[in-house]
């Protein structure tokens, strides 16, 4: 009988999962002009200026090509935005025009919500790579040098900016507030995580520094992921996204079970 | 306690914003399965927050609430899936077609997506919006987007189904379908607990009343119990011809309107065939009759009133 509960259970639970799942990938899907084809256009510009225009005057870049040593790090930018802004945007909208009831007041376990809104991130996120890949391509040769590192780290990163972006969601009570964070936290760190440099160019202290910014462990790890090379430990940086993704999605999975921001 | 099995079961439920504004104070509730509940009150007295308890948007703040034996303290997404919820605001996603907003409501419930489906078209043709499946939710009339509320609250086959206030800002037309619709759902088997502000609405679909004013539960008991509780009825009389003047009439009170109609307030112990008798004896031909005001609606301004 228990076991007939928990299975129920587990399979009630997968099948709100899906819907979840599929309700945010056509919401994304359906504003595709708006959600898809502006990063790989943005980021189209910055493979533009760095190749033909910049990349040949700066030179080679720890080995490579300047072009193909910022590659990397423009994709993983794509994913970090675009999976953050996927969920802020998608969670605050629900709670604006009151449809988050619709889950609210559904049975669906507060970790299938974290789940749900989490894996529709991921999948715009992905998606947003794969696609700013395909430009970089036009610019550059990409080989990947590690598929289970480039997987993993584009998997956690971002599910962790996701769950970033919920965070922001949940506390969010004005559309101004879903702004602020991407503006003055999330886009200075992505520049200043090592996107365009190696960190082994700074002086000593902004190195230092540097090594506070969790966006350099990505762009890092994905980075040894395609090309074989990273400023910092891969194993560290792995733990390290791994740590921030544990410890956020406890976190939101606590304000979601307390209802903040959700219920009164 | 009675041998019914209960529906919901409210006991001492209380709500404190912020420490400070108590919006609900100890009420006590019972709903049998099968009925046909009406919650009533004026705008503020707590309806909406002992809804949004029971469909778990507002915490409460202590006190009980079981749904058919189930404490949703223990077991809410177990209670949760017993209810259906109609909510007085709209709250679906205004981008999403009819259908799709029903599917994923059915989703959330664990219903598998070719069942979801089967369901979403038998709801839709129920509530009469299956021409309009494919639709963009935000182009539907009031109406519409009440009825497609009312199709996705219903999609998981509910025990429990909560209206508050559906049929505001609908014209009649629409207003009477939808009595015609929850009566045979009713009479189904599901139970319905409605919180409305149009008296004659309560009066003629639900079999109990509470009345909640000020967080309080005023009166809680049968519709028929409670109608009887009106000392007088006032009606109004047409007559065929002028009427010079009235006969003396026992135990009422007359008002004369103009010279063919004319109210009559009348003690609930007299009967109106006396009247009859007397106005007939007095060569007055009564050409129509009907209430005055809703008899409810009389009751319920006396009972929110005695409680100010």
């Known amino acids: ?264 | 306690m009675n041998n019914h099995t209960l529906a919901l079961e409210i006991t001492n439920l209380t709500k404190t914003y912020r420490g400070k504004v108590t919006a609900l104070s100890k009420i006590k509730l019972h709903v049998n399965e099968g009925d046909f509940f009406a919650l009533l009150g004026p705008n503020g007295a707590g309806k909406s927050t002992v809804i949004g308890i029971i469909s778990s948007l507002v915490k409460k703040t202590e006190g009980q609430i079981k749904i058919f034996g189930i404490d949703i303290d223990d077991n809410f997404e177990r209670a949760k899936s017993l209810i259906g919820i109609v909510p007085q605001e709209i709250n679906f996603n205004q981008f999403e077609t009819v259908s799709e907003i029903i599917i994923n409501q059915a989703g959330y419930f664990g219903i598998d997506r070719e069942t979801a489906k089967a369901r979403t078209n038998d709801v839709l043709k129920q509530t009469q919006l299956w021409d309009k499946r494919d639709e963009v939710s935000r182009n539907l009339s009031g109406g519409m987007k009440r009825r497609l509320m009312i199709s996705r609250a219903l999609v998981h086959k509910p025990k429990l189904l909560i209206l508050d206030e559906p049929t505001a800002g609908v014209d009649i037309e629409v207003r009477r379908s939808m009595w015609e619709f929850l009566s045979k759902l009713n009479a189904s088997g599901t139970t319905i607990i409605l919180t409305t502000h149009y008296l004659e609405e309560a009066e003629r679909l639900c079999r109990n009343i509470a009345i909640i004013d000020d967080g309080e539960i005023v009166e809680n008991t049968s519709m028929q119990a409670l109608l009887q509780k009106l000392r007088n009825e006032t009606f109004v009389f047409e007559c065929a011809t002028e009427v010079k003047k009235m006969p003396n009439l026992p135990g009422t009170e007359v008002k004369q309107l103009d010279s063919r109609r004319f109210e009559i307030a009348i003690d609930n112990d007299r009967n109106l065939n006396q009247i009859f008798k007397i106005l007939s004896d007095s060569g007055i031909q009564v050409e129509s009759m009907r209430n005055k005001n809703n008899r409810l609606e009389e009751l319920f301004l006396n009972l929110v009133n005695s409680n100010e």
Request: charged share 10%; glycine share 6%; net charge neutral.
């Open chain 1, 1 to 264: 009988m228990s076991n007939n509960n928990s299975e129920n259970s587990n399979n009630h639970a997968v099948i709100a999962l899906q819907a979840i799942v599929r309700k945010e990938v056509t919401r994304f899907s359906r504003i595709w002009m708006q959600t898809i084809i502006p990063p790989a256009i943005t980021m189209g510009l910055y493979f533009v200026l760095f190749s033909t225009l910049l990349g040949s005057r700066i030179g080679q870049m720890a080995g490579f090509d300047y072009i193909q040593y910022i590659a990397p790090g423009i994709i993983m930018m794509a994913i970090i935005t675009n999976s953050y802004s996927n969920v802020v945007s998608s969670f605050f909208g629900a709670k604006f025009q009151r449809h988050i009831e619709e889950i609210l007041v559904s049975p669906v376990p507060n970790y299938v919500i974290l789940l749900g809104y989490v894996s529709g991130g991921i999948c715009r996120g992905v998606i947003v790579g794969i696609l700013v890949t395909l430009v970089a391509l036009f610019f550059t040769d990409l080989t990947i040098h590690s598929y289970s590192v480039t997987f993993i780290v584009v998997i956690l990163t971002s599910a962790l900016f996701s769950i970033c972006g919920l965070i922001n969601a949940i506390f969010a009570q004005k559309f101004d507030d879903i702004s602020i964070v991407p503006t003055f936290v999330l886009t200075p760190l992505t520049y200043l995580g090592g996107v365009f440099y190696s960190i082994d160019l700074l002086p000593e202290v902004w190195r230092q520094i540097s090594l506070f910014n969790p966006v350099l462990y990505m762009v890092n790890a994905f980075r040894y992921g395609i090309l074989g090379h990273s400023d910092i430990q891969v194993n560290y940086a792995l733990t390290m996204i791994c740590v921030f993704t544990v410890l956020l999605a406890f976190i939101s999975h606590e304000l979601l079970k307390r209802g903040i921001g959700l219920k009164t």
